[in-house]
């Protein structure tokens, strides 16, 4: 009993469970600590939403894929892993937008697609002129702040600064929901504190010097990878966690034995004690399982999940008959197409230039558009294929193809669930911990790799926390 009131299970082992996994044994072995942890895992494998394959040209991630250097930057923790000359940095153009049958490609200033000056928006050849008359006048006049605002969403703020199809037609495309959650019900706080520092004031963007507008703005260098893909980074943290990882075994239920001690229920049929709690799931997964009210409010909302797919293409040299400008294309929700984003990776990493193939890979399903993820994959391969011959004018058929699905990776709230949630949020993390459970995982705080390295970091700091205070007496 005194060994279970010692041990740490880390719930999960994505990249938040992992990180945490490794910075719990950081501190143990750094602080000798009298404690243990281990990593519980449902699936057969570690890893999450990180998948890479290995091909003839090279490495491809077909999950999360890449971190922005203008958010916050996860370097100094690759650094301190030693991977820093694995690293590889974007090269070639920004993405162009699909829209109108046509690629649009502005090298004017833009921040995820959106003109970084007034003056830029207005020769965009897709708003129409009622559109840049409500530019000019909201950007001229509205200067109330919305950004901090958690009852609007970042469409709404976008709208609030410039004009609804500012929001729908430009910024949307160029935010994947995988790594950002829904422009439509994310506040900004949550969604990218960045715009609210570019756009949050009339005159805000004024107010950066010309250095910082080259920060901001997209184009070359500002995303970087691993040169043999994101499961450098997996591969890495097992090397000091693997031996703690247990993989197919799916936390069931926890129940609290007495004042931070709790029995997990794994499997339907096993049960384990432990001291403290760590849940790097997924929202959807940690609502199941902390669902506590208080004042008839749940604590943790019921999010609505989303899937998302990729489809990973090789087509042989010349069969391309149209490129885009940029290293892909986005296009706008609400299209005839159900291609989200479009990625050419020769075009994009240094890795790829000189691949023996086209390597393109394609993101399908959004938020209120992913049923085509439950097709067969040879329904979606006819289907995105023929889509890529409208829009790159295919001369043949690809080499090679292959379907990549993740059903129900996305938990979307909405803007009222969100708020209450952070509204709630210092009443349910003091509840929880008390009880030494500490929560974290995607959609919760934010989405994509670099909050969940931030998430790891944080959980494990905080449960090393509670075990020292509620071990005290044996320091």
Known sequence: MERAKNR?????????????????????????????????????????????VETEDGYVDVGASSFDLRHSDVRPFIEELGLSDELQYSIGEKMDRFSGHEFIHTEKPTYHGIPMQLKDIMHDKELSLKDKLTVIVNSSFNDMRRGADLCISTANFLEYRFCKEVSDLIAYPNYPENIYGSIEISPPEIFDTNLITLFEYTDSKMKLDPEKIDFYTDGSGKEYTFKKGMSTLVKRLLRDVEGFIQTDKKLEKITQIDKGNHLLTLNKQEEL???????????????????????????????????????????PKGVIGRYPVGHGFVIPKRSEFQIAKATFLNRKWPSFENAKYDNIVVDIGRRQEDTIIELPDEVILEFIEKELQEIINLKASYHYARVYRWPDVIPHMSVDDRQRLIKNRETYNQLFADKGLFIGGNGLRGYGLRNAIGEGKRLAAQAIAYMKDKNATAF
């Open 8 to 52: 740490i299970a880390i719930i999960g082992s994505g990249i938040s469970g992992l990180v945490a996994a490794y910075e719990v044994n950081k501190y143990i072995q750094k602080e000798q600590l009298p404690f243990e942890f281990l990593v519980l895992e449902e699936r057969l494998s570690p890893g999450g939403t990180i998948k890479t």
């Open 273 to 315: 004690r432990v001291g403290c709690v760590i849940s790097t799931l997924p929202l959807s997964e940690n609502y199941d399982l902390f669902s506590e009210q208080i004042d008839d409010q749940l604590l943790i909302p019921k999010p609505i999940s989303a899937s998302m797919g990729t489809v990973f293409f090789q087509f």
